[in-house]
């Protein structure tokens, strides 16, 4: 089975940081994307790690640890059109398993 | 934009009706995938093509679902005889040689 966790919701000010966990449990992995999605929309690639650490890509980076289940996404420099909803999913053989996402509100 | 397109974008039904959505995969992509998302939740695999072959169901694509994709190329979505817990988005996604699906915009359908 999958069990992948994130928290439902996270509020910040522009111009900070937020960090979004995510925890997983999966039958595979092959690698751990992570998607924004604004209301309404389709989602968009942010990000895709496969082995342990960090990536970083401009205000957005990502965290990957593959023995610990876990990987976070930290968005810097937060700005008004940040908020949105964030993805966690695994990818295993050729499809993903998505979290709930975790709806981020960044505030003036 | 992704280069994935979806129509229709919203549908309205009736409860017990038939409705098809179309997927128009980026070109050079062999692999589309259809997902069903609701609301304050991510999206769930349903169904998986590599080229023309279906290669995998879920659980969740119950008999009144059946999805194609003649020639490898568009795909189509079939809802027989519509419930109203079918309501959600559903999205087609698509990938070429690298592991990056790209989400097209939904379909947004309304079961009333």
């Known amino acids: 089975g999958q069990n992948i966790d994130q928290p439902t919701e996270m509020t910040a000010t522009e111009g900070a940081i937020v960090q979004i966990n995510c925890t997983y449990q999966t039958s595979g992995f092959n690698g751990l994307f992570w998607y924004q999605q604004h209301a309404g929309e389709a989602p968009t690639f942010l990000s895709y790690?496969?082995?342990?650490g960090l990536e970083e890509k401009g205000r957005f980076s990502s965290f990957l640890s593959r023995s610990k289940g876990y990987s976070y996404l930290l968005l810097k420099e937060l700005q008004m059109k940040d908020s949105a909803s964030y993805l966690c999913?695994?990818?295993?053989?050729?499809?993903?398993?998505f979290g709930a996402g975790t709806t981020v509100t960044v505030r003036a | 934009d992704t280069g994935v397109s979806q129509d229709p974008r919203h549908k309205i039904t009736k409860r017990g009706q038939n409705v098809t959505f179309r997927c128009d995969p980026i070109s050079e992509h062999n692999r589309l995938y259809w997902y069903r998302q609701t609301l304050g939740q991510g999206p769930e695999f349903l169904t998986y093509f590599q080229n023309e072959a279906q290669l995998e169901k879920s659980r969740l694509l119950s008999d009144r679902f059946s999805a194609e994709r003649p020639k490898g190329s568009f795909s189509t979505l079939e809802i027989q005889r519509t419930e109203q817990g079918d309501s959600a988005m559903y999205l087609c996604a698509t990938s070429g040689g690298d592991n990056e699906q790209f989400f097209g915009p939904g379909t947004r359908l309304t079961v009333l």
């Open positions: 790690n496969v082995l342990d």
């Open positions: 999913a695994v990818h295993n053989d050729y499809k993903l398993s």
